[in-house]
């Protein structure tokens, strides 16, 4: 041991390699370093793969080989170190400030119970899963309302470190399911033609059968067909929890929820059979699964494709389904998951309240919150931030009061994930919150992103870059952008609208046209259309995004929506036949052409429909497609703009800013050469001397190269 390094040496290198420790962990190092110094046989230092430098064998989370703070495993920055940190863009002060707090895989962790002292339901919950099989524990995000919301506190949310099974029930069921559709999945591929047809023919029958039940059917019949179906769903419940089997109770429960929902609809199913409806959407299925049928004997190849694509669909829902059975970031039990978080920061409560600077709005929780905390305070130091729990949870009516309270001409910049190139139900949600805002007085509304890179020749995908450990991360999220992505606010790219229709309807305030109490709601409801569909004229929006787009209920929004129908200022399709939807069929419209359809799939407004997929997803496939007929309500191409932020008239960060620098050590990225994860090539004898390869050798940097070593020891990278 006598050539080896000071411990300042020691230090000093690790710092020149950009490794960065807590307090905890030099003390561990400091430790094992002296040790190592007074160990004269060498046993103690030799390298025991057994055991990370914590002693918690492959579960150690701290790489000594590596880059402090990344999973030895994974790769990926362990939460709440400073890699983590940096990688996130949130300061160690704005971390502690929230707070961010650790807790443990056990039921009487104190931070547990203190963050959910309020919320009754989630401490009992959070306690109880916190000893979850395969649990390790992790954070506690704590959160806290805008200042003065009348909706009182925001309950905490937990990043396990492990996800939670949060209903092991439900999760059972859904892994049948799962098991199920895979087992189809595999007699379809391996079927031969003829068992191709006879799949066919089976559904022949089964339509036939269902032909043959309707015309035999009476209002009494279906009376009685439904209260057996209830009872007999009843019974099944009560022997499923008796058993005991979780997957059973599940399955049992979903029964009973199908046939409450059948009783309901008796009224309807009698009136369709009195009008002949029913009738004549037995014999229309019928018909389908015959032509079905006949295209399977004509050409059985192409129908093995169809069902094995509408499988292998099914498949990729329910394994999506099941997944979602264990959560990442869970949500506190009995209180409102749709509230706004706010950092308690003095300096971001003062600019909301001051009234005069932007306004940012992360769509997607706390933690990019919180990323775009640490930026603002340099490169837009007037502006305040504010979040929702994810995408599809600003529909609540908190929304409405902060932006009539706090947001009234103000410039709001809109964050969603970067996803939505990928993901139609990102940026249908944040248009659908933009026009929210618009309709509840806010200025310029300005939906912005992390940059995206060309993909092709029109084509545009999400960026990616290497995290110091040499793993590959993708620019989703607005903190992977300012973090590890080493971006700036001023790089988010960004679309807004320049100018807006005049959504004045009082002209059709006449007889035959809109009641004077009405316009208003309607003049919502068109502008919450218009701003969705955008320039392009047309999308498919659901109805309860345009209800809260529009600011008013559901029911109000539809009845909105008929009157604009009525007079000619949109148009309203439906892919499929509304009423087989509510049976779970899979029809198309009568009044949908083929040509429509085909015109549709090529503007990608919606997917190529397969109506031979028997499995339906009720909330996409009812949702209409909605075009703006009346072109004086239609945004213009030429009324949009797009770029960055940087670019906004209004965009003037301070002086000061001299672009990115770390959140932790405030090294910007000349200082902190963002090259990692990169293949070098060692030229110098030095070089073989520091990286322990010899000359000539090409290896991959797990830390990053300053520009210093790569002179000193001339790398080239390969």
């Not at 029930?169 to 047809?197: G, H, W």
């Not at 059917?217 to 209830?230: G, N």
Request: charged letters at 30%; a positive charge.
């Amino acid at each position: 041991m006598a050539n080896a390094p000071t411990w300042n040496e020691f230090k000093a290198e690790l710092y020149s390699r950009r490794i960065f420790l807590t307090q905890d962990q030099e003390d561990l190092l400091t430790e094992f370093y002296n040790r190592c110094h007074s160990d004269t046989d060498g046993k103690f230092c030799e390298q025991d793969d057994s055991t990370g430098p914590d002693g918690r064998g492959d579960e150690g989370q701290y790489a000594i080989d590596g880059v402090n703070g990344y999973d030895r495993k994974t790769g990926k920055p362990v939460p709440g170190s400073d890699a983590w940190l940096e990688a996130h863009n949130i300061d160690r002060k704005t971390y502690a400030s929230r707070p961010y707090a650790e807790y443990t895989a056990s039921k009487t962790d104190p931070e547990l119970a203190a963050a959910f002292e309020d919320f009754p339901a989630a401490k009992r919950f959070f306690t109880s899963t916190a000893e979850q099989k395969g649990q390790t524990g992790g954070l506690v995000m704590r959160k806290a309302p805008v200042p003065g919301s009348p909706q009182g506190p925001v309950a905490s949310q937990v990043r396990p470190n492990v996800a939670i099974v949060t209903n092991p029930a439900k999760a059972s069921y859904n892994k049948k399911k799962l098991e199920t559709a895979q087992a189809d999945l595999a007699i379809y591929e391996a079927a031969n033609s003829a068992k191709v047809v006879k799949i066919y023919a089976d559904r022949v029958k089964g339509a036939e059968a269902n032909l043959g039940s309707v015309k035999k059917s009476t209002p009494d019949s279906i009376r009685k067909e439904s209260a057996d179906y209830l009872d007999k769903a009843t019974k099944d419940l009560a022997k499923a929890n008796a058993k005991g089997d979780l997957a059973e109770i599940a399955a049992a429960k979903k029964e009973f929820a199908n046939a409450t929902r059948a009783q309901a609809k008796v009224p309807m199913r009698i009136s369709n059979l009195n009008s002949g409806k029913s009738l004549y959407d037995a014999e229309r299925g019928l018909q389908g699964h015959r032509n079905s049928l006949a295209r399977a004997i004509e050409n059985p190849t192409l129908a093995k494709k169809r069902l094995v694509e509408a499988q292998q669909n099914q498949v990729k829902r329910l394994d999506n389904r099941h997944k979602k059975s264990a959560a990442k970031y869970v949500f506190a039990p009995g209180a409102t998951s749709a509230r706004i978080d706010m950092h308690q920061d003095p300096k971001n409560i003062k600019n909301l309240k001051d009234g005069k600077g932007r306004i940012y709005i992360a769509m997607e929780g706390n933690m990019k919150n919180d990323a775009i905390l640490h930026s603002i305070k340099k490169e837009d130091p007037t502006a305040t931030v504010v979040n929702v729990p994810s995408v599809t949870l600003w529909q609540g009516s908190e929304l409405e009061w902060f932006t009539r309270t706090h947001a009234q001409g103000r410039e709001v910049v809109l964050i969603p994930d970067a996803d939505g190139v990928k993901n139609p139900n990102v940026m249908n949600q944040a248009k659908g919150m933009e026009a929210a805002l618009r309709n509840f007085g806010a200025g310029d509304v300005i939906l912005a992103a992390p940059p995206l890179i060309k993909s092709g020749r029109t084509r545009r995908d999400i960026d990616a870059f290497d995290l110091p450990s040499g793993v590959r991360e993708e620019r989703k999220g607005i903190d992977d952008h300012l973090g590890a992505g080493r971006g700036t606010l001023g790089e988010m790219e960004f679309v807004k609208a320049k100018r807006l229709p005049n959504y004045d309807l009082k002209e059709f305030n006449r007889p035959g046209g809109i009641n004077k109490n009405a316009i208003q709601n309607t003049e919502a409801t068109l502008a919450a259309v218009s701003s969705f569909v955008g320039p392009a004229g047309v999308g498919r929006m659901p109805k309860g995004l345009m209800a809260q787009a529009a600011g008013i209920p559901e029911t109000t929004a539809l009845d909105a929506r008929k009157r604009l129908e009525r007079l000619g200022i949109i148009k309203v399709e439906f892919v499929f036949d509304q009423d087989a939807l509510s049976r779970r069929l899979r029809v198309r419209n009568p009044d949908m052409s083929e040509d429509r359809i085909r015109e549709l799939v090529r503007k990608k407004v919606i997917k190529e429909p397969n109506f031979e997929d028997k499995f339906v997803d009720v909330s996409l496939d009812e949702s209409p497609i909605i075009s703006i007929l009346d072109n004086r309500f239609r945004q213009r191409a030429e009324d949009t703009q797009t770029g960055t932020l940087s670019q906004l008239p209004s965009w003037k960060p301070p002086r000061t800013f001299k672009g990115w620098t770390s959140s932790v050590t405030g090294l910007s990225k000349t200082e902190a050469n963002p090259r990692t994860g990169t293949s070098i090539v060692i030229q110098t004898k030095a070089g073989a001397a520091r990286y322990g390869k010899p000359i000539g050798s090409t290896i991959r940097f797990a830390a990053e190269i300053t520009t210093m070593e790569l002179e000193e020891d001339k790398l080239i990278h390969a």
